[in-house]
């Protein structure tokens, strides 16, 4: 079973930036591929961004291509969402999860079904 923890939302105006982080533990975090998703109230949790186990492929949801960055360091069992240009759109519980274990390297899945581990979410607030 993995462990997730995320940390670094909070507030801020429309145009600025945020860094999210998501830290595991329980398992060797290279062996899974990480994603972000969002959700925000009176909507269905949507994918945000993903990555592969090595970091070599990366993929993101329209919305946020060219303003959100993922990126992993796996020596720090961490993966962050530099969030940068944000909009009142933006705003939501930010969640990261895992998926399956020893998926091929090029694994970046956007459906919520392919992850098996979540965090707890953060909450991302953006003032108009």
């Known amino acids: 079973q993995v462990q997730l923890v995320e940390s670094g939302g909070g507030l801020v105006q429309a145009g600025g930036s945020l860094s999210l982080s998501c830290t595991a533990s329980?398992?060797?975090?290279?062996?899974?591929?990480m994603g972000w998703f969002r959700q925000a109230p009176g909507k269905e949790r949507e994918f945000v961004a993903t990555?592969?186990?090595?970091?070599?492929?990366?993929y993101y949801a329209d919305s946020v291509k060219g303003r959100f960055t993922i990126a992993r360091v796996n020596a720090k069992n961490t993966v962050y969402l530099q969030m940068n240009s944000l909009k009142p759109e933006d705003a939501a519980v930010y969640y990261c999860?895992?998926?399956?274990?020893?998926?091929?390297?090029?694994?970046?899945?956007?459906?919520?079904?392919?992850?098996?581990?979540w965090g707890q979410g953060t909450q991302v607030t953006v003032s108009s």
């Open positions: 990555i592969s186990r090595n970091g070599a492929n990366t």
């Open positions: 329980g398992r060797t975090f290279s062996d899974y591929a």
């Open positions: 999860a895992t998926t399956p274990t020893h998926m091929t390297t090029t694994y970046v899945p956007i459906n919520s079904k392919h992850y098996t581990n």
